[in-house]
């Protein structure tokens, strides 16, 4: 099959071209090679490739900067997904697109489900809403709420960005790491996520709305606590509560998602524990702690 990937130079991106890449004919695209928020330019991409399946990697991932400029961040999670799921119609071709957790209020007291109604708090949220309301204009669509990503493909993946990635950098190079006490996640592996997406479009599950994260839930307090002990070092980790740090947009306080559905279609997310060996393995080049 042959397979589009729009944001393929990302941390999600380049794990989506490493995975299909094994057994299928993958384009990627980055956003020089394409401007997502021009029309005509998507269209016409789509339209000269014949893609069998697009996979959007692309997104605004600025929460707090899309206070102050809403416009961008819906050109590129909303107006252009819309785009995307014209050409997939057009094609036609499957398109998946990932969400986020921060869809969600987060004053849930259990992990959220797909059928939990989605209120967002912030701009960035919202164009995340809109984009996958877009996605279902693709006919055969399957959108993918992830969080707290982390990881790549391997040890010279791109540059690490993630919260997660920052705190092994932290840790690693000696410094105090900052983690929030109060804020709960499911981190997710940006390479289990990539073998999710790959069975979804292969098995023939069906489309729509997934939540595609690693199993279980923790604060990022106990995240890292998780990664000192897999590393088996020691470190300073500074605990501190969401209100005391300088963010401009709403973050959901319990974001964790449930991924029973995933599960239900036949593809089972190992734990974030699990994830978070694999990855230190990955990254450093030894054993983690299992």
């Not at 990937?5 to 299928?24: D, P, W």
């Not at 969401?242 to 239900?264: G, H, I, Q, T």
Request: a negative charge; aromatic letters at 8%; glycine letters at 8%.
């Amino acid at each position: 099959m042959k397979v589009l990937v729009t944001g393929a130079n990302g941390q999600l991106g380049s794990a989506i071209v490493e995975e299909f890449s094994r057994g299928h004919d993958v384009v990627p695209l980055t956003i020089e090679d394409l401007d997502l928020t021009r029309h005509e330019l998507v269209m016409a991409s789509v339209g000269r490739v014949k893609p069998g399946a697009i996979i959007n990697c692309a997104a605004y991932t600025d929460v707090d900067a899309a206070e102050d400029d809403p416009v961008a961040a819906l050109e590129v999670n909303a107006f252009a997904v819309r785009s995307l799921a014209e050409a997939a119609a057009g094609a036609p071709a499957a398109l998946v697109h990932y969400s986020t957790d921060f869809v969600f209020d987060g004053t849930a007291d259990r992990p959220y489900t797909e059928e939990d109604q989605a209120e967002p708090r912030s701009y960035y949220a919202i164009s995340k809403l809109v984009g996958e309301w877009f996605a279902h204009d693709a006919g055969r669509h399957y959108v993918l709420r992830v969080e707290s990503l982390f990881g790549g493909v391997s040890a010279a993946a791109p540059a690490r960005r993630s919260g997660v990635d920052r705190i092994v950098d932290a840790i690693l190079e000696g410094r105090e790491a900052r983690v929030f006490l109060d804020r709960t996640v499911t981190p997710s592996y940006v390479v289990d996520v990539a073998a999710a997406t790959r069975y979804l479009l292969e098995s023939g599950a069906p489309p729509g709305l997934y939540h595609c994260v690693n199993g279980g839930a923790c604060t990022w307090h106990e995240l890292g606590l998780e990664i000192v002990r897999q590393l088996g070092v020691e470190a300073r980790l500074r605990a501190v509560p969401v209100a005391d740090a300088p963010m401009r947009a709403n973050r959901p306080k319990y974001c964790a998602l449930s991924n029973r559905k995933l599960a239900a279609a036949g593809f089972e997310m190992p734990s974030w524990q699990d994830a978070l060996r694999r990855y230190l393995v990955a990254r450093i080049g030894g054993a983690a702690r299992p």
